[in-house]
T-cell receptor, first 115, second 113 residues
């Protein structure tokens, strides 16, 4: 079964609303989780690294006020897309690294469609 | 600067044939090289991974070949099946906690029956 759970799998929202995506590690504690964005037929682009108990580290060009990340526990990180616009429509995928197995697992992804 | 280069972009293989996907990396500090398989609308799933202390790793029909001096690694899928049709991504990272994977651009594999 999945070791990283991501919810919701799909969300449709109106322009201007905020959307929260949850990422949970089920079988291990993850001090670090990662958020990626993937456009159709393209690769995964790292958006930010989420660190438990501290601020996230954002990649160049990613607006931290637009994409709010909270990593409040060792098993949960959330990504909030604030004031979403149609150009934010994409596939968002989280991942977490199992420190014992040293393997990075991915969630099933969230398809965000902003109307 | 693209740190992980993947080729080909797309690949068509007959059922039973061998699928070969290649990747090259630039950062010599990378020491973890996984391959992921992704089906449409799903998240990537780890297929197989290698570390630079070995030159080859095999798991079932999947084999990674690694050439440290050339900074290249490849995925071989033996006896390719229609169910293998998916997008494959190579990735690389430093083997440290908190280090993100850097992905190649992906290869879309179609296995014809």
């Amino acid at each position: 079964g999945a070791v990283v759970s991501q919810h919701p799998s799909r969300v449709i929202c109106k322009s201007g609303t905020s959307v929260k995506i949850e990422c949970r590690s089920l079988d291990f504690q993850a001090t670090t989780m990662f958020w990626y964005r993937q456009f159709p037929k393209q690769s995964l682009m790292l958006m930010a690294t989420s660190n438990e108990g501290s601020k996230a580290t954002y990649e160049q060009g990613v607006e931290k006020d637009k994409f709010l990340i909270n990593h409040a526990s060792l098993t949960l990180s959330t990504l909030t897309v604030t004031s979403a616009h149609p150009e934010d429509s994409s596939f968002y995928i989280c991942s977490a690294r199992d420190p014992q197995a040293n393997i990075q697992y991915f969630g099933a992804g969230t398809r965000l469609s902003v109307l | 600067q693209q740190q992980v280069k993947q080729s080909p972009q797309s690949l068509i293989v007959q059922k039973g044939g061998i699928s070969i996907i290649n990747c090259a990396y630039e950062n010599t500090a990378f020491d973890y090289f996984p391959w992921y398989q992704q089906f449409p609308g799903k998240g990537p799933a780890l297929l197989i991974a290698i570390r630079p202390d070995v030159s080859e790793k095999k798991e079932g029909r999947f084999t990674i070949s690694f050439n440290k001096s050339a900074k290249q690694f490849s995925l071989h899928i033996m006896d390719s099946q229609p169910g293998d049709s998916a997008t494959y991504f190579c990735a690389a990272s430093k083997n440290q906690a908190g280090t993100a994977l850097i992905f190649g651009k992906g290869t879309t594999l179609s296995v014809s029956s």
